[in-house]
């Protein structure tokens, strides 16, 4: 008897629904930065000259390199979840590291450019900031406000996809199961491992009442028409919670960097 | 470069390539421009690039292109949303 | 979940019985809807005690002028954590965390919802704020005292708790986001087969609509309490004068939440109303779609009103006028649904029963709330009665008249579902009756002294204003026993109510067509379905 994916049971997932419970979640993040947006869209209607002034004391260099890097990181995101797909783990494991590793050279950057300002005595409150114009003032809260609660999400997403990486490295290929009623099918029967030619590599012992459950994981290159994207849900949604951190430095990056 | 996909297939590797060197050339001509002295139009051409570069990480990478068109009716309830509100409260400010 | 055989004769065992880990870790553990939906009731029930607790000891002060026995800190204090704890722990929440977790997957037919684990995520995320709210009374700044609205810039300035309750509210925030999240995503994907957007019974829509506002707007208080503790710690000045900052802006950000965060109080009340009415006038809704497309206006058109909490303000006379005009028309939805209420209710076969009780005293008093909010969404009139008890009567008219009278009429109607037992009815009804009027007596008179220019907030007032308020003090003790009697009774019909079968009232939606409580997996079979929610044809209460 051989066996079929046919009569396995699988656990219910719902590879859209939880699509959309991700693009939902993303909305929320919209909206969080939005309230910002709002803040920094008031306040450089009220003060556009003091906004472009400001601008000129921020380093359009590193703020030009950390986009290329979140751009590419978003690359790398995004060939990752391709890779998957196409059953070659060892590339998605390895761009997935590329995302992480842009991700922390990002916030390495940031951490030399705030120091940067700090050093200068630019930050929150300082007396040196009291100093300057109400416009320029408000910039500089609103660009360690934005920039900081955007480097908070670039942190939590490279945490996230570490977590996502490492179940993504133990993860086996494909897991066929068998209980409850497709088991009762497999009464009597043994599994077997055989070659292209039939030869018996390997079988297992009689299938009978104490069995509680079958489950066969498969390790190694399974053919790549049998990798199901609902398996690879949780990276997938994770790339999507990547390039929507992206996708805020998009335009935080001109709004606060090029507008001199 | 692959553009035509099954109902379930996913964007070839080409895709993301192409859609990451149009995002570099984006970046590069924004950044050109803003140090041009262009004023006023500096500003909203900034934007206007940026949301070139916003709407092709959506289409592409996110594959909002290739979601079921409800993901992108929802995406813009949202942005409409956000638009709503800072253009209400601009009602204050613009006219105090 | 592997499949097991149910004789069919054998009922199968409640979810009660079905426990998946040991004493209270059946419940503290559990991703069941059903139980994370009664753990919100309790937890709200208990919230909305020591809320009113706080209420009941304002109204004694307010008795007479001058010191009874507070002083004007604790006042403040006591009247900022009466909002807090009213608002973010039992209003907000309110139906959709309680009862909407138990019923909407039994009412589309579905097993649980979307996201089960996310659930339970809600629910301690909703009990550590809740928490976190309550601890800042015994914190060394004390509790805030910044009314429960934070306004900038005493709420930066304030020397009180104000950042560990702003915290707090973030959290409950996040709660919030999740379970419209959860709510949204269930009803797009989990609804039974032959169950269209049409059929779907009227209080899943207004989960619906909810969902949205709670998944929209949230984000935005969610920002604006960061902000307060950014600013209160780091001082940025975006909410600071001294350094160009705009107090305004933060009303402008609190209120783009606030406002639409009253419509997450209430659409899923209306929703409760859109389901009681039918059964106990024994027909259809009229408009059933007017109804539901009436939900998606509100919540649409809710979040453009927000300025109209800014009349006064300082906001310019043009965000003024468009306010006003949008608040005029965010009234129209809800009166089509208070019309097509009362026309189901014209010539239907009526039975008197307590829900039946309750939801015409949440037309009633609704109403009065609703009318009282278009006089209020006039400028020239809010100019006189904004920060007046005017207001406060008025948002205790809707939000209590309100989503109070449909919590407690939906306790009552899901009572038997969701326990297994029917309510001892007579005292039940008293309860209602002590509700009803103890509530009018406390929050009439306020319309009035309102009107009369008695400020809101006020620890202390002149002595013209005291019968009003004597008045308003023996109403809330009246209120009071009510809602004590209700939940005694409630408590003590657990153990002694008849038991109850599927269908006690004979209700048309799919929650009765379960046993009553539902076990685990609440379906047998997944249910087909083949007709309107609301279809009385051939439906016999038992």
Same mark, same amino acid.
């Given at each position: 008897?051989?066996?079929?994916?046919?009569?396995?049971?699988?656990?219910?997932?719902?590879?859209?629904?939880?699509?959309?419970?991700?693009?939902?979640?993303?909305?929320?993040?919209?909206?969080?930065?939005?309230? +910002?947006?709002?803040?920094?869209?008031?306040?450089?209607?009220?003060?556009?000259?003091?906004?472009?002034?400001?601008?000129?004391?921020?380093?359009?260099?590193?703020?030009?390199?950390?986009?290329?890097?979140? +751009?590419?990181?978003?690359?790398?995101?995004?060939?990752?979840?391709?890779?998957?797909?196409?059953?070659?783990?060892?590339?998605?494991?390895?761009?997935?590291?590329?995302?992480?590793?842009?991700?922390?050279?990002?916030?390495?950057?940031?951490?030399?450019?705030?120091?940067?300002?700090?050093?200068?005595?630019?930050?929150?409150?300082?007396?040196?900031?009291?100093?300057?114009?109400?416009?320029?003032?408000?910039?500089?809260?609103?660009?360690?406000?934005?920039?900081?609660?955007?480097?908070?999400?670039?942190?939590?997403?490279?945490?996230?996809?570490?977590?996502?990486?490492?179940?993504?490295?133990?993860?086996?290929?494909?897991?066929?199961?068998?209980?409850?009623?497709?088991?009762?099918?497999?009464?009597?029967?043994?599994?077997?491992?055989?070659?292209?030619?039939?030869?018996?590599?390997?079988?297992?012992?009689?299938?009978?009442?104490?069995?509680?459950?079958?489950?066969?994981?498969?390790?190694?290159?399974?053919?790549?028409?049998?990798?199901?994207?609902?398996?690879?849900?949780?990276?997938?949604?994770?790339?999507?919670?990547?390039?929507?951190?992206?996708?805020?430095?998009?335009?935080?990056?001109?709004?606060?960097?090029?507008?001199? | 470069? #692959?553009?035509?996909?099954?109902?379930?297939?996913?964007?070839?590797?080409?895709?993301?390539?192409?859609?990451?060197?149009?995002?570099?050339?984006?970046?590069?001509?924004?950044?050109?421009?803003?140090?041009?002295?262009?004023?006023?139009?500096?500003?909203?051409?900034?934007?206007?690039?940026?949301?070139?570069?916003?709407?092709?990480?959506?289409?592409?990478?996110?594959?909002?292109?290739?979601? #079921?068109?409800?993901?992108?009716?929802?995406?813009?309830?949202?942005?409409?949303?956000?638009?709503?509100?800072?253009?209400?409260?601009?009602?204050?400010?613009?006219?105090? | 979940?592997?499949?097991?055989?149910?004789?069919?004769?054998?009922?199968?065992?409640?979810?009660?019985?079905?426990?998946?880990?040991?004493?209270?870790?059946?419940?503290?553990?559990?991703?069941?809807?059903?139980?994370?939906?009664?753990?919100?009731?309790?937890?709200?029930?208990?919230?909305?005690?020591?809320?009113?607790?706080?209420?009941?000891?304002?109204?004694?002060?307010?008795?007479?002028?001058?010191?009874?026995?507070?002083?004007?800190?604790?006042?403040?204090?006591?009247?900022?954590?009466?909002?807090?704890?009213?608002?973010?722990?039992?209003?907000?929440?309110?139906?959709?965390?309680?009862?909407?977790?138990?019923?909407?997957?039994?009412?589309?037919?579905?097993?649980?919802?979307?996201?089960?684990?996310?659930?339970?995520?809600?629910?301690?995320?909703?009990?550590?704020?809740?928490?976190?709210?309550?601890?800042?009374?015994?914190?060394?700044?004390?509790?805030?005292?910044?009314?429960? %609205?934070?306004?900038?810039?005493?709420?930066?300035?304030?020397?009180?708790?104000?950042?560990?309750?702003?915290?707090?509210?973030?959290?409950?925030?996040?709660?919030?986001?999740?379970?419209?999240?959860?709510?949204?995503?269930?009803?797009?994907?989990?609804?039974? %087969?032959?169950?269209?957007?049409?059929?779907?019974?009227?209080?899943?829509?207004?989960?619906?609509? %909810?969902?949205?506002?709670?998944?929209?707007?949230?984000?935005?208080?969610?920002?604006?309490?960061?902000?307060?503790?950014?600013?209160?710690?780091?001082?940025?000045?975006?909410?600071?004068?001294?350094?160009?900052?705009?107090?305004?802006?933060?009303?402008?950000?609190?209120?783009?939440?606030?406002?639409?965060?009253?419509?997450?109080? *209430?659409?899923?009340?209306?929703?409760?109303?859109?389901?009681?009415?039918?059964?106990?006038?024994?027909?259809?809704?009229?408009?059933?779609?007017?109804?539901?497309?009436?939900?998606?206006?509100?919540?649409?058109?809710?979040?453009?009103?927000?300025?109209?909490?800014?009349?006064?303000?300082?906001?310019?006379?043009?965000?003024?006028?468009?306010?006003?005009?949008?608040?005029?028309?965010?009234?129209?939805?809800?009166?089509?649904?208070?019309?097509?209420?009362?026309?189901?209710?014209?010539?239907?076969?009526?039975?008197?029963?307590?829900?039946?009780?309750?939801?015409?005293?949440?037309?009633?008093?609704?109403?009065?709330?609703?009318?009282?909010?278009?006089?209020?969404?006039?400028?020239? *009139?809010?100019?006189?009665?904004?920060?007046?008890?005017?207001?406060?009567?008025?948002?205790?008219? =809707?939000?209590?008249?309100?989503?109070?009278?449909?919590?407690?009429?939906?306790?009552?109607?899901?009572?038997?579902?969701?326990?297994?037992?029917?309510?001892?009815? =007579?005292?039940?009804?008293?309860?209602?009756?002590?509700?009803?009027?103890?509530?009018?007596?406390?929050?009439?008179?306020?319309?009035?002294?309102?009107?009369?220019?008695?400020?809101?907030?006020?620890?202390?007032?002149?002595?013209?204003?005291?019968?009003?308020?004597?008045?308003? =003090?023996?109403?809330?003790?009246?209120?009071?026993?009510?809602?004590?009697?209700?939940?005694?009774?409630?408590?003590?019909?657990?153990?002694?109510?008849?038991?109850?079968?599927?269908?006690?009232?004979?209700?048309? =939606?799919?929650?009765?067509?379960?046993?009553?409580?539902?076990?685990?997996?609440?379906?047998?079979?997944?249910?087909?379905?083949?007709?309107?929610?609301?279809?009385?044809?051939? *439906?016999?209460?038992?």
């Amino acid at each position: 008897m051989s066996a079929t994916a046919g009569i396995a049971v699988h656990h219910h997932r719902d590879y859209t629904g939880s699509k959309i419970g991700m693009w939902l979640f993303l909305f929320t993040e919209l909206l969080l930065f939005g309230g +910002l947006f709002l803040l920094y869209s008031v306040y450089r209607a009220v003060h556009p000259e003091d906004f472009h002034h400001a601008a000129m004391e921020l380093d359009k260099l590193v703020g030009t390199v950390n986009t290329l890097i979140l +751009l590419t990181s978003s690359l790398t995101m995004a060939v990752s979840i391709a890779a998957i797909h196409r059953a070659r783990k060892g590339l998605s494991l390895v761009c997935l590291a590329l995302t992480i590793g842009f991700a922390l050279w990002f916030l390495v950057n940031k951490y030399f450019e705030w120091g940067a300002k700090f050093d200068h005595g630019i930050y929150p409150n300082s007396e040196i900031l009291l100093q300057h114009s109400h416009g320029e003032i408000l910039f500089f809260g609103l660009y360690f406000s934005m920039t900081g609660l955007h480097g908070l999400h670039v942190l939590i997403g490279a945490v996230v996809l570490f977590v996502v990486g490492i179940k993504l490295f133990k993860k086996p290929f494909e897991t066929i199961e068998f209980d409850g009623r497709g088991l009762k099918q497999l009464t009597g029967a043994r599994l077997a491992v055989v070659d292209e030619r039939g030869g018996r590599l390997w079988s297992s012992d009689t299938i009978d009442d104490s069995v509680k459950a079958v489950e066969i994981r498969l390790k190694y290159h399974p053919v790549r028409k049998r990798v199901r994207k609902e398996d690879y849900a949780a990276l997938e949604n994770s790339g999507l919670y990547w390039h929507l951190v992206d996708l805020i430095w998009i335009f935080l990056f001109p709004l606060f960097y090029l507008i001199t | 470069m #692959k553009k035509k996909h099954a109902e379930h297939e996913n964007s070839g590797y080409g895709v993301y390539v192409v859609t990451w060197l149009a995002l570099l050339i984006l970046t590069a001509i924004t950044v050109t421009v803003s140090g041009m002295n262009l004023g006023k139009v500096s500003v909203l051409t900034a934007l206007a690039i940026a949301t070139i570069k916003g709407s092709v990480v959506l289409a592409f990478f996110m594959h909002l292109k290739y979601e #079921k068109p409800m993901f992108t009716v929802m995406f813009y309830i949202v942005l409409m949303t956000l638009a709503v509100f800072i253009g209400l409260t601009f009602f204050d400010i613009l006219f105090r | 979940m592997g499949n097991h055989a149910i004789a069919k004769n054998a009922a199968p065992p409640s979810f009660y019985e079905t426990k998946r880990h040991p004493g209270i870790f059946a419940w503290i553990f559990s991703t069941d809807h059903k139980r994370i939906g009664l753990m919100y009731m309790m937890a709200m029930s208990f919230f909305f005690f020591v809320g009113a607790a706080f209420g009941i000891l304002m109204r004694l002060e307010l008795i007479a002028p001058g010191k009874q026995f507070m002083d004007p800190q604790t006042y403040n204090a006591f009247f900022t954590l009466h909002g807090v704890i009213m608002i973010f722990l039992f209003v907000i929440p309110g139906l959709s965390a309680s009862l909407g977790n138990f019923l909407l997957p039994l009412q589309i037919g579905a097993d649980d919802v979307a996201f089960p684990k996310l659930n339970l995520l809600s629910w301690w995320l909703f009990m550590s704020g809740g928490l976190l709210a309550l601890s800042s009374l015994f914190t060394r700044g004390g509790p805030p005292d910044t009314g429960w %609205t934070f306004y900038a810039p005493y709420s930066i300035r304030s020397g009180t708790s104000v950042s560990l309750a702003t915290f707090a509210a973030f959290i409950l925030g996040f709660s919030s986001v999740l379970t419209g999240l959860n709510f949204v995503t269930t009803i797009h994907r989990m609804r039974a %087969t032959g169950m269209g957007w049409f059929r779907m019974p009227l209080f899943s829509w207004a989960l619906y609509a %909810t969902g949205w506002i709670q998944i929209l707007a949230t984000p935005v208080i969610g920002i604006t309490l960061l902000l307060i503790i950014v600013e209160r710690a780091f001082g940025i000045g975006v909410f600071d004068p001294a350094k160009g900052g705009d107090p305004i802006l933060f009303q402008h950000l609190f209120w783009i939440y606030s406002h639409p965060a009253v419509y997450v109080m *209430v659409l899923p009340a209306m929703g409760v109303i859109s389901e009681i009415i039918p059964v106990y006038a024994r027909r259809t809704i009229f408009g059933y779609k007017f109804i539901a497309y009436s939900s998606i206006a509100i919540a649409g058109v809710g979040s453009l009103v927000w300025g109209h909490h800014m009349f006064v303000s300082g906001q310019s006379y043009t965000a003024g006028v468009v306010f006003s005009l949008l608040t005029f028309l965010v009234a129209i939805p809800s009166a089509v649904k208070v019309f097509n209420w009362v026309a189901t209710l014209y010539k239907g076969s009526i039975v008197i029963e307590t829900p039946l009780l309750w939801a015409m005293s949440f037309i009633f008093l609704f109403s009065i709330g609703g009318l009282t909010g278009l006089m209020i969404g006039a400028l020239a *009139v809010d100019v006189h009665v904004h920060d007046t008890y005017f207001i406060v009567g008025h948002f205790h008219y =809707t939000m209590f008249g309100g989503m109070g009278m449909a919590f407690f009429g939906a306790l009552h109607h899901w009572f038997p579902k969701m326990f297994g037992r029917m309510y001892h009815k =007579t005292t039940a009804n008293i309860a209602w009756g002590l509700v009803f009027v103890g509530f009018n007596l406390v929050y009439f008179p306020m319309l009035i002294l309102g009107w009369q220019g008695m400020p809101r907030r006020y620890y202390d007032y002149l002595p013209e204003y005291q019968p009003l308020h004597v008045l308003s =003090t023996v109403g809330s003790w009246i209120l009071v026993a009510g809602t004590v009697v209700l939940f005694v009774n409630l408590i003590r019909s657990l153990r002694t109510g008849e038991k109850a079968g599927r269908d006690p009232w004979g209700g048309t =939606t799919l929650e009765w067509t379960v046993p009553s409580p539902p076990p685990l997996e609440n379906f047998e079979e997944p249910p087909i379905v083949t007709r309107g929610p609301y279809d009385f044809g051939k *439906v016999v209460g038992k």
